[in-house]
């Protein structure tokens, strides 16, 4: 498990990661999405202790970061960290020595997997390739605690659905992933959870079933003018377009539809909301869109 | 960790024996084909010497570039933190074990060029033959030159032959891990900096500036490793050669600790 509290991290007079707390449950991926400049990043120093944060704390596992948490941890960085001028058998060489838990026979089915020579100097690999190994050295300790910081770029679709299999198949075996994305898809596929970051604070954060749950519209059509809404137009949002009318049902919309239905509309539907429409709502500032 | 700096300092070192074979092949090919096999004296009474100490000292100062040359590893770390910093150790001990692979590489070297030395004497034994001017009959090699060895002297020069060379990849290291970005240079402008200024001491300077290059050169290695003689003020660190070699030591090990304490608190 992963649980981040109250984390906050300045750098002179910008706030990079401004009270985050988040808990990523043993079994779970979480993603972790944002516009670029959001916290992200910089959350993922913190928690490795790349960067030190200015307060709060990360457990891992109940325990705080210290080197033996680097034997069932493993992160992938934005950018491909791999040795240009090593081979990619070298690399592998370098995790068996340098982790206790490495498992060769994975790693080396990685390898296949992601068609790479082992002859093959990194330098030499093509960009998704060096993501690829990337992934390969994080992933060949079969860790159980994972952050990933756009593992999936530069990769192919097909390689970057494998990758997402590989996460889900380590969430089933009991490992906490923290997965930041821009490709909002890849989170819809992988994540159980999600977290959206605005301005270095978490601003939308749980199970992304209950979040959809909670954000699904019901839009009805009535036959002539729309009626007085009553308490909906209270305590909702509502949007009027001629006859229709589409409320924020949050949470309520079964509720929402009966009443609908009980003023006398013609039509009325629940409108699911996607993951992507969640994360435009939560990173809205109102105008840059 | 250590494994990437060893397969580094691996491929230094089998540069560093391509340049020295080809240089005792060079020196074997110009020395057999000035003499034609055959050296001719005119007695024995004007041999040469061949000092081991300044053989050690020769060595000493080759090994400056494999010092100069591996320093930077640790800094170039730089660019794969997300290897580096996420192995079950911690960071000083990350630290730790690349500069005693680097260190490992260091004596490596200089046991690499002496033995380049050795061999380039014993090879030249074997081929040339020394013949004496007057009656033409055979000399020995020790008719040419006798070789002396001065045990205290030899210690000595190895000594801080080896204190100035960690001192070297200790400031090199030290001044890299601070500016990672910038550590091939860094490397690279070592021996101008350190060249130039032991130079500096040598011109002719108002007292002032002699007085600030004298202090400079403190933080100098070739200026600790100097010339070998006895008079304390022909040095441009006006030192006894013992307390040289020590300060050149003490130097060394102070700045692989402010190196380690760097790595270790470092923040990106």
Redesign the interface.
Known sequence: MIAISGLTKRYKDVLAVDDVSLEVPSGSVCGLLGRNGAGKTTTF?CL?????ADAGSVRFDGEPLT?????K?????ERA???G??TVA?HL??VR????RYDDAFARELVTTFRLDPRKRAGKLSKGQQTAL?LI?ALAIRPSLLLLDEPASGLDPVMQRVVLDLLIEAATSGAAILLSSHQIGQVDRAADRVAIMRDGKIVVAGEIDALREASRIVEATFAGAVPDLGELDREMKVERVGTSVRIHADGRADAVAARFGALGAVGVRVLDRSLEDLFLDAVDDGGSR | MEYVEYLRDRRILRNYAIVLLAGFVLGMASLISGTHGTIRIQGTSHRGTIDVSGVLAACSFLTFIIATVVAPGLAAQVSTLAIAWTRPLSRAAVAWRFIVVDLAAIVTAYLMVLATVLLFVAVFHSLVTVQLQDTGSAASLNDLMSVRFDAPQMVAVAARGFGCTLMWYGLVTLVSVRFPERCGMIAGLSWVAFLVLGGLWNASFPPLIHGLIVALNYLNPIAYFGNFGSDVQQQIIPLSGTLRTLIAWCIGIAALAGTIRLWSTREV
């Open positions: 120093k490795l202790g790349f960067a030190r080197p033996a948490t680097f034997a941890l493993g992160y992938v960085p960290q791999v040795y001028w090593m070298q060489e370098m020595r340098s982790q206790p990337s050295v």
